[in-house]
Nanobody
Framework: QVQLVESGGGSVQAGGSLRLSCVVSARTFSSVAMGWFRQASGKEREFIAAISRSGGSTSYADSVKGRFTISRDYAKNTVYLQMNSLKPEDTAVYYC?????????????????WGKGTLVTVSS
């Protein structure tokens, strides 16, 4: 079982930055691909970013490419999502995800483990 706890959400003005964190249960962190999804009100959950088990490979949705950066810290069992140049359309609940098999399966939302989410609100 993989346990995920997100933090770092909040309210920010357009153009601002936030950093989300997700702490992962210690025994499994190095063995899982990690990622972030988001779900805006009335919309489906969508893939945002992912990072491989080794940290050597990342992928992003086109909507956040160049603005968001995913990273992971093995000493802290934590994955981060640095969000810059935020826009009102980035407003959503952000979920941390883990997948023991691959980034591809994580991005496809197949057999992911999930955190409970953290709300990000971007005002214009």
């Amino acid at each position: 079982q993989v346990q995920l706890v997100e933090s770092g959400g909040g309210s920010v003005q357009a153009g601002g930055s936030l950093r989300l964190s997700c702490v992962v249960s210690a025994r499994t962190f190095s063995s899982v691909a990690m990622g972030w999804f988001r779900q805006a009100s009335g919309k489906e959950r969508e893939f945002i970013a992912a990072i491989s088990r080794s940290g050597g490979s990342t992928s992003y949705a086109d909507s956040v490419k160049g603005r968001f950066t995913i990273s992971r810290d093995y000493a802290k069992n934590t994955v981060y999502l640095q969000m810059n140049s935020l826009k009102p359309e980035d407003t959503a609940v952000y979920y941390c995800a883990a997948n023991p098999q691959s980034v591809a399966l994580l991005a496809a939302n197949l057999r992911n483990y999930w955190g409970k989410g953290t709300l990000v609100t971007v005002s214009s």
